[in-house]
């Protein structure tokens, strides 16, 4: 057994088709787009609770939210960017 036989499929994919200035290009994109999403989706204090600034619709003054305030455990954007769970 090797690290490559422990790689997923896409994994395997990007490996085989991409050189590795590639892989780094893409690996500091994809860095950046992840950033991006956090900053957008960052956490803040509203009210006494920490809410997920982007799902609660917080306005620029942060005065007010547009929606119910999500709390930002519970942003499910974020829970989305994170890697699958080990079986
Ligand atoms: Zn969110």
Same mark, same amino acid.
């Given at each position: 057994?090797?690290?490559? +036989? +422990?790689?997923?499929p896409? *994994?395997?994919?990007?490996l085989q088709? %991409?050189?590795?200035?590639?892989? !780094?290009?893409?690996? !500091? ?19 006494g609770? $920490? ?8 306005? @620029?003054?942060? /005065?007010?939210? +547009?929606?119910? @305030?999500?709390?930002? /455990?519970?942003? *499910? $954007? %974020? #829970? !989305? %960017?994170?890697? @699958? #769970?080990e079986?």
């Open positions: 057994m090797n690290r490559y +036989d +422990d790689l997923s896409r *994994a395997l994919w990007w088709n %991409l050189d590795e200035l590639d892989l !780094a290009e893409s690996c !500091a994109y994809y860095e950046t787009v992840f950033e991006q999403v956090r900053e957008l989706h960052r956490p803040v204090d509203y009210r609770q $920490t809410i997920c600034a982007e799902c609660s619709g917080l306005d @620029p003054d942060g /005065d007010s939210t +547009d929606n119910p @305030p999500v709390p930002h /455990d519970q942003c *499910a $954007t %974020l #829970k !989305a %960017l994170q890697p @699958p #769970k079986p």
